[in-house]
């Protein structure tokens, strides 16, 4: 029997309007799964080498089968890229197979079973989404492409003119210049394009987020997490050349699905209430 005096006796489980409390869902031991935060986690310069270092301890405790999904990745995105018309036609599925991986990463760091078609699942739970992401995505390189296509049509255009037939030399330099200011337009273009790229399929895989409403939450993250993702990139820029010169080539394929596997890595430090960081 509860105690009328007790400080909890008129406590209720119970919403003011008759309804349950909504609990956080769990996993099958009952452990809570990680929540979506309302605002991005601010990480230190060093969670970009965590990230990293997470992402290496989940392929390690399954390397033949994070191998196995990573090299298959990598095949169908390299056949389809050969192919004229299906290069164009595969970037838009490119998220669903990260989608999978980020669905793969989640199950196994859940303790669950990973497995082999988690790479396909994503096409069945959230194609419509992530198609969507991926011909944003899509618009965005062709955006981000039109400085350098802009360059190189000058400079084509003047070669078919003879423009640059009486001072060959000082156009040749004009349009190197041109062509390398526009490669610089198109990468500082590139950057804002991956940052409200990078946390989506996250986003919209494990949480249901819209394509539109997770590319805002992941530009938002990528503002406040500029340092930590700088650092990633500088150690994988150092690290794959390193790995692929001491390993005649064969670091590429451990490197690629640590790579992916820091979608996720990355994700629970910045968006959730359980960062792999912290454990």
């Given amino acids: 029997m509860s105690n009328p005096s007790s400080p909890y006796a008129n406590v209720s489980l119970q919403k003011s309007d008759g309804q349950p409390p909504v609990l956080p869902p769990t996993d099958e031991y009952g452990s809570a799964l990680p929540q979506l935060l309302t605002s991005p986690r601010k990480c230190d310069a060093a969670a970009g080498m965590s990230w990293i270092i997470k992402a290496f301890g989940l392929f390690k405790n399954q390397p033949l089968l994070w191998f196995g999904i990573s090299v298959t990745f990598l095949v169908i995105v390299g056949i389809a890229s050969s192919v004229p018309l299906l290069n164009v036609l595969i970037i838009p599925t490119i998220f669903m197979f990260i989608a999978g991986i980020i669905k793969g990463a989640a199950a196994q760091s859940q303790g669950t079973e990973l497995r082999f078609d988690h790479l396909f699942s994503a096409f069945k739970s959230h194609w419509q989404p992530l198609l969507i992401l991926g011909l944003l995505y899509l618009v965005g390189i062709i955006i981000a492409l039109i400085p350098l296509f802009i360059a190189m049509g000058s400079m084509m255009f003047s070669m078919m003119s003879g423009d640059m037939g009486n001072n060959y030399g000082a156009m040749n330099d004009i349009s190197l210049g041109g062509i390398f200011f526009g490669y610089l337009l198109t990468m500082l273009l590139m950057i804002p394009l991956y940052m409200v790229l990078?946390?989506?399929?996250?986003?919209?895989?494990?949480?249901?987020?819209?394509?539109?409403?997770?590319?805002?939450?992941?530009?938002?993250?990528?503002?406040?997490?500029?340092?930590?993702?700088?650092?990633?990139?500088?150690?994988?820029?150092?690290?794959?050349?390193?790995?692929i010169i001491l390993t005649l080539g064969l670091g590429a394929f451990l490197v690629l699905p640590v790579m992916l596997l820091t979608y996720y890595t990355s994700y629970r430090d910045v968006w959730t209430d359980q960062p792999l960081s912290a454990l």
């Fill in 198 to 243: 990078w946390f989506a399929p996250a986003l919209i895989v494990l949480h249901n987020l819209e394509p539109i409403a997770a590319m805002k939450k992941s530009f938002e993250a990528g503002k406040v997490n500029i340092i930590p993702i700088l650092v990633y990139g500088l150690v994988f820029s150092l690290l794959l050349p390193i790995l």
